[in-house]
């Protein structure tokens, strides 16, 4: 991880600090638009009703706050990178930005065109050396369905995803996954996975975004309905 995000309690912090609701309300405005979901996974997927233990996709700044306090967070500048041109995303890191602050931390709101984001989260480098802290990205929920395939979900170090995290009991629960056959197993698997990754704020769930298709009719068919 990242400093200050090493320290669990700071990234955990940061975790109870979202408002999912404000978040997708702010980015996609139209409630027919979007889902708040605290899982990790698709919420209407085999392993997405599940555990999410102190994460509810709801803001709880004051235990944001303790969080902090008992980690001895001093006030550092969390850098979070806004891609001011992407109209898919840019709503969300002003509203992130001040829920984060809200839930104790001091953000650095740093605005720039999505290629220049792209280029930049590859930097390992300290927020105050270039790199960063905090970026909003989004996926498909077929990318996010099985926890082999997410991407993000890796705790592999510096083979892993931007962020570099390390954890080798997250990288132990998902080869466990990957070896099991045992249908319950496997979704009993998935839930230590998804309380591993929230308790340990690898990353934090903002909601589901719907995607609306518009097919003339008589010219196209043999469309087939996807996640």
């Known amino acids: 991880f990242v400093p200050p995000f090493d320290n669990p309690k700071i990234a955990q912090a940061a975790l109870l600090s979202l408002n999912q609701e404000a978040l997708m309300r702010a980015q996609l405005v139209n409630k027919d638009l979007y889902n708040p979901c605290p899982s990790i996974y698709p919420c209407d997927s085999e392993f997405g009703a599940g555990d999410t233990g102190e994460f509810t996709g709801k803001p709880q700044f004051e235990k944001a706050r303790q969080l902090l306090k008992e980690a001895g967070y001093n006030n550092e500048p969390i850098v979070l990178m806004n891609p001011s041109d ?38 390992k480098s300290l927020p105050q050396d270039g790199g960063w802290n905090v970026f909003v990205t989004g996926w498909g929920a077929s990318d996010t369905m ?82």
């Not at 395939?149 to 995290?165: L, R, V």
């Open 146 to 227: 099985n926890p082999l395939y997410f991407a993000p979900m890796t705790g592999n170090g510096e083979k892993g995803w931007f962020g570099w995290a390390t954890d080798e009991k997250l990288e132990q629960l998902k080869s466990e996954f990957l070896a099991s056959m045992d249908e319950n197993q496997r979704k009993e698997l998935a839930q230590q996975i998804q309380r591993r990754v929230l308790d340990t704020g690898l990353y934090g769930p903002l909601g589901e975004a719907i995607t609306y298709t518009g097919v003339r009719n008589g010219v196209i068919s043999g469309l087939v309905n996807a996640p």
């Open 86 to 123: 992407f109209s898919l995303l840019n709503k969300f890191p002003p509203v992130l930005a001040q829920l984060l602050k809200q839930g104790g931390f001091n953000v650095d709101m740093q605005s720039m065109d999505w290629p220049s984001l792209v280029t930049r989260r590859a930097n």
